[in-house]
Antibody, heavy 118, light 113 residues
């Protein structure tokens, strides 16, 4: 059974940094396209970015609002995905979900809340 | 970017009646090489992550009741709940994963009349 568990959320000041972690089990993370999706309080879903599978060279792509500030990476030895968030803005406040794509469908974690506020 | 537009924004349906939610994409999400439309539908209840209901337009996720069905092709898609149950009260989102950036509809809030 696929399980994704996010952690690392919390309160951070504008301009600060935070690293989110997504621990995967039940599958090999490096074989999947791994995504981050966020949801601001009371708002809809917004795709943040992804890292491709190892066979597709693990390249990354990002949504325009976070490009240049956020970095997605993974540690294959730990089967873990990361989202490094720098230069955080108040508008980055959201629940952040990791999501694994395979065979046309997505599995989702429970999410972790990031609050950017002074 | 592909814009996904859902209608209506909110919907009230009586228990046991049919609920229909529409989603229109600003361009085709049909991948010709495999004839799959890259559209999914999610259900989200307060305080919970999105739950996958339907992928590839009409493939029902394992464990999802068969009262949920998806249809459409190209740019027009529909989620149908054939007989509304109380536990179906939620916000529903369509999602295109045909091209990046992946995008979602704005959500449809479904309530009991």
């Amino acid at each position: 059974e696929v399980q994704l568990v996010e952690s690392g959320g919390g309160l951070v000041k504008p301009g600060g940094s935070l690293r989110l972690t997504c621990a995967a089990s039940g599958f090999t993370l490096s074989n999947a396209y791994m995504n981050w999706v966020r949801q601001a309080p009371g708002k809809g879903l917004e795709w943040v970015g992804l890292i491709k599978s190892k066979s597709d060279r693990g390249t990354t792509e990002y949504a325009a609002p976070v490009s240049g500030r956020f970095t997605i990476s993974r540690d294959d030895s730990k089967n873990t995905l990361y989202l490094q968030m720098d230069s955080l803005k108040t508008e980055d406040t959201a629940v952040y979900y990791c999501s694994a794509y395979g065979s046309g469908r997505f599995d989702w974690g429970q999410g972790t809340l990031v609050t950017v506020s002074s | 970017d592909i814009v996904m537009t859902q209608s209506p924004d909110s919907l009230a349906v009586s228990l046991g009646e049919r609920a229909t939610i529409h989603c229109k994409s600003s361009q085709s999400v049909l991948y010709s090489s495999n004839n799959n439309n890259y559209v999914a539908w999610y259900q989200q209840k307060p305080g919970q992550p999105p739950k996958l209901l339907i992928y590839w337009v009409s493939a029902r996720e394992s464990g999802v009741p068969d009262r949920f069905s998806g249809s459409g092709s190209g740019t027009d898609f529909t989620l149908t709940i054939s007989s509304l149950q109380a536990e179906d009260v939620a916000v529903y989102y369509c999602h295109q994963y045909y091209s990046r950036p992946y995008t979602f509809g704005q959500g449809t809030k479904l309530e009991i009349k």
